[in-house]
C-alpha cells in the first residue's frame, strides 16, 4: 500500500519563504517520478514540479526561479522549496509518485491524470499581500 503524506504547509506573507516535505511509504521510491501538484479554489488542479529517477528537474513557468524540488532517497522523502512566495502561489499542495517507474521528469510532468499517480492527502499554502 502506497503512502504519501505531505508536511510544511501554513500561512506566509508575500515574498516569504515555505518548505514542503511529502514522505513516501512506497517500494521503488528511488525509481519513481515524484511531483507536486496544487489546486487553488475555483481553479483546476496544475502540476507545479516534478523531478524524475536521475534528479533531473521540471517546474511551470509561474515558479521558475522560486521553486526547488528536490528528493532524499534514503529518508524516501520529496521537498518543494518555496521562496518569493506570492499571493497566487495560494492552494492546496499535493504531493504525487508515479505509478510507473522510471519514468523521465518532462514525460510525467505532462502527465494529467490523477490515476497514473500516487497522491498524498494534501497541505494548504495561504501567501498574504
Known amino acids: 500500500q502506497v503512502q504519501l503524506v505531505e508536511s510544511g504547509g501554513g500561512s506566509v506573507q508575500a515574498g516569504g519563504s515555505l518548505r514542503l516535505s511529502c514522505v513516501a511509504s512506497?517500494?521503488?521510491?528511488?525509481?519513481?517520478?515524484m511531483k507536486w501538484f496544487r489546486q487553488a479554489p475555483g481553479k483546476e488542479r496544475e502540476g507545479v514540479a516534478a523531478?524524475?529517477?536521475?534528479?533531473?528537474?521540471s517546474y511551470t513557468d509561474s515558479v521558475k526561479g522560486r521553486f526547488t524540488i528536490s528528493r532524499d532517497n534514503a529518508k524516501n522523502t520529496l521537498y518543494l522549496q518555496m521562496n518569493s512566495v506570492k499571493p497566487e502561489d495560494t492552494a492546496l499542495y499535493y504531493c504525487?509518485?508515479?505509478?510507473?517507474?522510471?519514468?523521465?521528469?518532462?514525460?510525467?510532468?505532462?502527465?494529467?491524470?490523477?490515476?497514473?499517480?500516487?497522491w498524498g492527502q494534501g497541505t494548504q499554502v495561504t501567501v498574504s499581500s
Open positions: 523531478i524524475d529517477s536521475n534528479d533531473v528537474t
Open positions: 512506497v517500494d521503488t521510491y528511488s525509481s519513481k517520478c
Open positions: 504525487a509518485a508515479a505509478r510507473l517507474d522510471y519514468l523521465r521528469s518532462y514525460t510525467c510532468f505532462s502527465f494529467r491524470r490523477a490515476d497514473a499517480f500516487y
